[in-house]
């Protein structure tokens, strides 16, 4: 079965998702720096605290997660289901 994603699509999520961990890779070093920080991506604001470093990691895998499969997609090696809805 082929994708059904064009080239484009992936292309494009695969910018987002490196778009997103480096947000994630600014809030891990901001939160390692101090108790609690505010980081302003120009299109939203966050408090982030220490406390979260864990919850932060963990996003980091599974951004990383997706980037994987995006990335599968577009050279060839990953696959994707249909399932159909009845």
Not at 33 to 47: A, H, V
């Amino acid at each position: 079965m082929s994708c059904p994603f064009t080239t484009a699509e992936i292309e494009e999520q695969i910018t987002s998702l490196k778009a997103l961990l480096a947000e994630n890779a600014a809030s891990m070093s901001a939160a390692l720096k101090s108790q609690q920080y505010s980081l302003d991506t120009g299109q939203t604001r966050q408090s982030v605290m220490r406390q979260q470093l864990s919850q932060i990691r963990n996003n980091r895998t599974a951004i990383l997660q997706e980037l994987q499969y995006w990335q599968g997609l577009l050279d060839g090696t990953a696959s994707t289901h249909m399932v159909p809805g009845f």
